[in-house]
């Protein structure tokens, strides 16, 4: 692969951590750009129920779903010049209805409900479809933001949950992380 982990590796990871005797801590060592909402519920809750010390570094990038996941550990720390944050939601979706248009085809879909087809191929979405998925951005963005609050304490405030990352100092001084250091090494001198 391109460096990319699922839930479930990291899920087996934190498994084999909790199996082992002679590992007394962790780091989550993360350069991520975020994940997928659905799936990180099992990895937030499997985090959460380690009896064991767990803590979060980051050198590079720390953001949204990586951050969420962070955000359970015991420690979130990092390097003076990573990007932490981006917390938040997002849906893309391309319309290519005017793409369609100019090559002279019109796709016609028939569906047994008016969300069923939603963003098939040459289809602008209906007003409908496009407030069902604020809706779901929404809900979702709410439940980030409340996680955010409870974990770090409501440390962080909502402007700072706007889609942004900082670097190391910033992220300090904004409540997201509880400590810039050098390296990793810095980490695992705490344990």
Partial sequence: GAGCVDYAEIIADLDEFA?????????????CPGGMVQGGLAVEQRILALDKPIYSFSAGLMASMAYKLACCTDGIFATADAQIGC??????LLDTSELYKAEGVKPVL?????????????????????SLLQDRIDESAANFYNHVDEMRNGL?????????TFTGEKALANGLIDGVVGGIEDVAAML
Avoid at 87 to 92: E, K, Q, S
Avoid at 110 to 130: E, H, N, R, V
Avoid at 156 to 164: F, K, P, T
Wanted: glycine share 12%; aromatic share 8%.
């Fill in 19 to 31: 199996a082992k005797d002679e590992a007394r801590a962790c780091i989550m060592d993360w350069d």
């Fill in 87 to 92: 917390i938040g939601v997002y849906c893309y």
């Fill in 110 to 130: 028939i569906t047994s409900g008016k969300y069923k087809g939603m963003g098939a191929p040459g289809l602008s979405l209906t007003t409908d479809q496009l």
């Fill in 156 to 164: 962080v405030s909502r402007d700072d949950m706007q889609g942004q």
